[in-house]
T-cell receptor, first 116, second 114 residues
Framework: KQEVTQIPAALSVPEGENLVLNCSFT??????LQWFRQDPGKGLTSLLL?????REQTSGRLNASLDKSSGRSTLYIAASQPGDSATYLC???????????????FGKGTLLTVNP | SAVISQKPSRDICQRGTSLTIQCQVD?????MFWYRQQPGQSLTLIAT?????????ESGFVIDKFPISRPNLTFSTLTVSNMSPEDSSIYLC???????????FGQGTRLTVV
């Protein structure tokens, strides 16, 4: 059974700092990995998608890396801003237990607070 | 990409009642997914809804409690039946175009059962 772990559970940084969020998964047989942002009480906004054959993806101040063999991904946020404050979720897509459908498995997220 | 509209955005319901959540997608998709996010927890898949067939439920979720409809390729509903305070959660609808593309989510329905 796939398990996704995110470290740290919470992080508080001053504005302008560069930071790294970590995600690990137990089953390396994944199709892709996706990072999301969730504001309090809201839905999920997709940030970056990394295919299983890729090593990293970049979007603006965000850079996500994937090491499939070791079951790890990192989300790097450069020059953090107060508007970056949110919960960041990592999810992997792989086959379900029956092997016929695919499903997303989520980590519990990292609650990021960027202080002005 | 896909734009997903979910209704209602929030509701406060009495225990023992039922609530139906709607999910509308701006394009035709084969698979739609319903998730639950309990307070302080991550997302848990409730069921997968394919058009024209019965929904497939994950372990711990049953059709009597969470009936799902999927009448066409752009719409689905999830009903939370006979609600109790333990059903207080955010419920999210999602679509994925394929296993190799992004998953897109609705804005969620924040349900409080009193």
């Amino acid at each position: 059974k796939q398990e996704v772990t995110q470290i740290p559970a919470a992080l508080s940084v001053p504005e302008g700092e560069n930071l790294v969020l970590n995600c690990s998964f137990t089953d390396s047989a994944i199709y892709n990995l996706q990072w999301f942002r969730q504001d309090p009480g809201k839905g999920l906004t997709s940030l970056l998608l990394i295919q299983s054959s890729q090593r990293e993806q970049t979007s603006g101040r965000l850079n996500a890396s994937l090491d499939k063999s070791s079951g790890r991904s990192t989300l790097y946020i450069a020059a953090s801003q107060p508007g970056d404050s949110a919960t960041y979720l990592c999810a992997v897509i792989g086959k379900d237990s029956g092997g016929s459908n695919y499903k997303l498995t989520f980590g519990k997220g990292t609650l990021l607070t960027v202080n002005p | 990409s896909a734009v997903i509209s979910q209704k209602p955005s929030r509701d406060i319901c009495q225990r023992g009642t039922s609530l139906t959540i709607q999910c509308q997608v701006d394009s035709q998709v084969t698979m739609m997914f319903w998730y639950r996010q309990q307070p302080g927890q991550s997302l848990t898949l409730i069921a997968t809804a394919n058009q024209g067939s019965e929904a497939t439920y994950e372990s711990g979720f049953v059709i009597d409690k969470f009936p799902i409809s999927r009448p066409n390729l752009t719409f689905s509903t999830l009903t939370v039946s006979n609600m109790s305070p333990e059903d207080s959660s955010i419920y999210l609808c999602s679509v994925e175009i394929s296993a190799k593309t992004e998953a897109f989510f609705g804005q969620g329905t924040r349900l409080t059962v009193v």
